[in-house]
């Protein structure tokens, strides 16, 4: 019995992290896959999203609120506004610009924002990161099976609001202009829609997704580390983006559950295969092994496993030689 | 007040100039920001320490120190070698992958690709050479006076006087020859500078060629001064980044002049700040380029 808890516990536990993942993967879908913006400080949102709620839930809140549910609202609010309005702030100061500036700018805010976590010791607990943060259904503690039910069920409700939500703007006259922005800027600015205000919108929900995304994993946790949020977490949100389909909902959560298995398969195996000292080395093997993946896929399956529906004649109507 | 950090931040600023000339080369002939730039820097140091230890291992060969510097004429010939070995790694991912994006998508699959490659080279070195920390040499060296109460070892002067004439000898060879002018018509216009008869392909190699052999150049300067590690590469990548933006995307004494001002920069924030913040200085200098002139110092358009 204790051992199919046991199971049941880690195959729960591993869907709310793909599905938390999938999360951050549908914010970058709005961003890359509905738009054509770049980012590549995935982690950095995540993590900012995660820190603001353990912060507003173990520090700042009033005590009497921080271990309630209405704790943990706020602070997924706080998360994602916080991530948001970071977004926007990074997106305005580039969309205008040459189109690989906005992925340059938030490769250096991932930078920064590492360094922070690690050195801005006073706020954010330094390389020891922040424990004790309050995980839903305190009453269900000290049964790790339930729990990871029961917080399955509240994550899956979630991407599954979102979902609906996204796909909804997706075919709004707003998801259709970010479309055509995509396709032909030109024709979309002849149409008298302002190209950067739609980016900077996308942009900034998106971020405001990937922070949601970060505070539920928080949540889900329970301690935070900065050794979590670095370059090879953005990597993998961008793998699960490229090889479930770029530009279709579905194809990213399907992504986000594919490379969640080999991610934690690999994981699983290195750890039962290799001696100690040379599970670094095994770590390194599977950024390949995902890198090799991710670049397959671009060049065999550009269009990723679940292709975006109606793409394909978009592309081919809006197709001419390269200006 | 000691001036040293001039010092010391003019000698990474050299070692920057090396990278930030391939970076800005790449973005203005290939059209995308290479992310896997910071790669090269890392593929040559270990290249070049991997040779020297292969050719030790047939004939009992051990590096030695020349004169005051750490290093001597074989481990040069290796490096040599070794940044041939990075130019022939980056025509190699040019011609598995990057030639069959840029033949079909946008621009933007082009640096997704270039953000994978480098994840992916990177734990690559950490498979081959694990992470610890290595050193070309074990000897100290000493740093001798140099008046104005300056202090410099022997090796950051030899870094600092071969960076400079490289970037100088670079620099001169796009200004003056046909491979200069070709390139910089393929920064304007690639369709119209094929239909002059340049050959497009040709001059994208040239890039790819002449970035890789600078950024691996540059790593074995990292390793002689400060230690290799498979992520020295990577953490260089947002300075070079800044520096091509703050010289203008294209320039090459521009990128040459950036990076001097990043590295001053850095040693400022090591030495008044301190040495925790050192990274986000380029994230500043960014910022404040692309609020007040997001074209850079020489560059022709935003």
Same mark, same amino acid.
């Given at each position: 019995?204790?051992?199919?808890?046991?199971?049941?516990?880690?195959?729960?536990?591993?869907?709310?992290?793909?599905?938390?993942?999938?999360?951050s993967g549908l914010g970058l879908n709005?961003?890359?896959?509905?738009?054509?913006?770049?980012?590549?400080?995935?982690?950095?949102?995540?993590?900012?999203?995660?820190?603001?709620?353990?912060?507003?839930?173990?520090?700042?809140?009033?005590?009497?609120?921080?271990?309630?549910?209405?704790?943990?609202?706020?602070?997924?609010?706080?998360?994602?506004?916080?991530?948001?309005?970071?977004?926007?702030?990074?997106?305005?100061?580039?969309?205008?610009?040459?189109?690989?500036?906005?992925?340059?700018?938030?490769?250096?805010?991932?930078?920064?924002?590492?360094?922070?976590?690690?050195?801005?010791?006073?706020?954010?607990?330094?390389?020891?990161?922040?424990?004790?943060?309050?995980?839903?259904?305190?009453?269900?503690?000290?049964?790790?099976?339930?729990?990871?039910?029961a917080n399955l069920g509240v994550v899956?409700?979630?991407?599954?609001?979102?979902?609906?939500?996204?796909?909804?703007?997706?075919?709004?006259?707003?998801?259709?202009?970010?479309?055509?922005?995509?396709?032909?800027?030109?024709?979309?600015?002849?149409?008298?829609?302002?190209?950067?205000?739609?980016?900077?919108?996308?942009?900034?929900?998106?971020?405001?997704?990937?922070?949601?995304?970060?505070?539920?994993?928080?949540?889900?946790?329970?301690?935070?580390?900065?050794?979590?949020?670095?370059?090879?977490?953005?990597?993998?949100?961008?793998?699960?983006?490229?090889?479930?389909?770029?530009?279709?909902?579905?194809?990213?959560?399907?992504?986000?559950?594919?490379?969640?298995?080999?991610?934690?398969?690999?994981?699983?195996?290195?750890?039962?295969?290799?001696?100690?000292?040379?599970?670094?080395?095994?770590?390194?093997?599977?950024?390949?092994?995902?890198?090799?993946?991710?670049?397959?896929?671009?060049?065999?399956?550009?269009?990723?496993?679940?292709?975006?529906?109606?793409?394909?004649?978009?592309?081919?109507?809006?197709?001419?030689?390269?200006? | 007040?000691?001036?040293?950090?001039?010092?010391?931040?003019?000698?990474?600023?050299?070692?920057?100039?090396?990278?930030?000339?391939?970076?800005?080369?790449?973005?203005?002939?290939?059209?995308?920001?290479?992310?896997?730039?910071?790669?090269?820097?890392?593929?040559?140091?270990?290249?070049?320490?991997?040779?020297?230890?292969?050719?030790?291992?047939?004939?009992?060969?051990?590096?030695?120190?020349?004169?005051?510097?750490?290093?001597?004429?074989?481990?040069?010939?290796?490096?040599?070698?070794?940044?041939?070995?990075?130019?022939?790694?980056?025509?190699?991912?040019?011609?598995?992958?990057?030639?069959?994006?840029?033949?079909?998508?946008?621009?933007?699959?082009?640096?997704?690709?270039?953000?994978?490659?480098?994840?992916?080279?990177?734990?690559?070195?950490?498979?081959?050479?694990?992470?610890?920390?290595?050193?070309?040499?074990?000897?100290?060296?000493?740093?001798?006076?140099?008046?104005?109460?300056? #202090? &410099? /070892?022997?090796?950051?002067? +030899? @870094? =600092?006087?071969?960076?400079?004439?490289?970037? %100088? *000898?670079?620099?001169?060879?796009?200004?003056?020859?046909?491979?200069?002018?070709?390139?910089?018509?393929?920064?304007?216009?690639?369709?119209?500078?094929?239909?002059?008869?340049?050959?497009?392909?040709?001059?994208? #190699? &040239? /890039?790819?060629?002449?970035? +890789? @052999? =600078?950024?691996?150049?540059?790593?074995?300067? %990292? *390793?002689?001064?400060?230690?290799?590690?498979?992520?020295?590469?990577?953490?260089?990548?947002?300075?070079?980044?800044?520096?091509?933006?703050?010289?203008?995307?294209?320039?090459?004494?521009?990128?040459?002049?950036?990076?001097?001002?990043?590295?001053?920069?850095?040693?400022?924030?090591?030495?008044?700040?301190?040495?925790?913040?050192?990274?986000?200085?380029?994230?500043?200098?960014?910022?404040?380029?692309?609020?007040?002139?997001?074209?850079?110092?020489?560059?022709?358009?935003?």
């Amino acid at each position: 019995m204790d051992h199919l808890s046991g199971w049941l516990a880690y195959v729960a536990q591993f869907s709310v992290l793909a599905l938390i993942h999938g999360l951050s993967g549908l914010g970058l879908n709005l961003q890359w896959g509905k738009t054509g913006l770049f980012n590549v400080g995935i982690a950095a949102f995540i993590a900012l999203g995660a820190y603001s709620t353990a912060l507003v839930t173990t520090a700042w809140l009033p005590s009497t609120l921080q271990g309630a549910g209405v704790g943990i609202v706020l602070g997924l609010i706080v998360a994602m506004l916080f991530t948001g309005a970071l977004s926007a702030a990074v997106g305005a100061l580039t969309l205008r610009l040459r189109t690989d500036y906005l992925a340059i700018a938030t490769f250096g805010i991932a930078v920064v924002v590492e360094l922070s976590l690690r050195n801005a010791t006073s706020v954010t607990g330094g390389p020891l990161g922040i424990g004790f943060i309050p995980r839903p259904f305190p009453m269900l503690a000290d049964r790790p099976a339930w729990f990871a039910c029961a917080n399955l069920g509240v994550v899956a409700g979630i991407v599954v609001l979102v979902y609906v939500l996204l796909e909804r703007l997706s075919e709004s006259p707003w998801g259709r202009v970010l479309r055509a922005i995509r396709e032909d800027e030109r024709a979309a600015l002849s149409l008298g829609k302002r190209a950067s205000t739609y980016r900077l919108q996308a942009f900034a929900v998106g971020g405001a997704l990937m922070g949601l995304g970060g505070a539920l994993e928080a949540h889900s946790i329970g301690f935070i580390s900065p050794d979590h949020y670095t370059a090879t977490l953005t990597f993998q949100i961008w793998a699960m983006l490229v090889i479930g389909g770029s530009g279709n909902h579905r194809g990213v959560l399907l992504g986000a559950v594919i490379v969640s298995a080999i991610w934690s398969g690999t994981g699983l195996a290195a750890a039962a295969w290799f001696t100690p000292e040379a599970q670094a080395q095994a770590a390194a093997a599977r950024i390949v092994l995902i890198g090799l993946l991710l670049a397959l896929t671009l060049l065999w399956r550009p269009a990723g496993l679940l292709p975006e529906r109606s793409r394909r004649r978009l592309t081919r109507e809006t197709q001419r030689p390269p200006s | 007040m000691n001036l040293q950090f001039l010092a010391d931040g003019l000698v990474d600023g050299a070692i920057l100039a090396l990278g930030a000339i391939g970076v800005t080369l790449t973005y203005a002939n290939l059209r995308f920001a290479n992310f896997a730039h910071g790669e090269f820097i890392s593929w040559g140091a270990y290249l070049t320490m991997a040779l020297a230890t292969i050719i030790g291992m047939f004939t009992g060969w051990i590096p030695e120190g020349f004169g005051p510097f750490s290093v001597g004429g074989g481990w040069l010939l290796c490096a040599l070698v070794a940044a041939i070995g990075t130019g022939a790694l980056a025509l190699a991912l040019d011609a598995l992958l990057f030639r069959r994006l840029r033949a079909r998508a946008t621009a933007i699959s082009s640096v997704m690709a270039s953000f994978g490659v480098s994840l992916s080279l990177r734990a690559l070195l950490e498979l081959l050479f694990t992470s610890r920390p290595r050193y070309y040499s074990d000897d100290l060296q000493i740093a001798v006076p140099l008046g104005l109460d300056l #202090r &410099a /070892t022997p090796d950051q002067l +030899a @870094v =600092l006087c071969a960076a400079i004439l490289i970037t %100088v *000898g670079v620099g001169l060879l796009l200004s003056h020859t046909q491979l200069g002018r070709k390139m910089r018509a393929v920064s304007e216009n690639p369709t119209l500078a094929a239909v002059v008869g340049i050959d497009v392909a040709a001059v994208i #190699r &040239a /890039t790819w060629l002449l970035g +890789a @052999v =600078l950024a691996s150049l540059s790593g074995v300067a %990292v *390793g002689m001064l400060v230690q290799i590690r498979p992520s020295m590469g990577s953490e260089l990548l947002l300075p070079l980044f800044a520096a091509a933006i703050l010289g203008g995307i294209g320039s090459v004494p521009g990128a040459a002049i950036g990076a001097v001002i990043i590295g001053v920069a850095e040693a400022a924030t090591v030495r008044f700040i301190g040495g925790e913040w050192r990274a986000a200085v380029s994230l500043v200098v960014l910022i404040v380029v692309l609020l007040i002139r997001p074209r850079g110092l020489f560059g022709s358009r935003p």
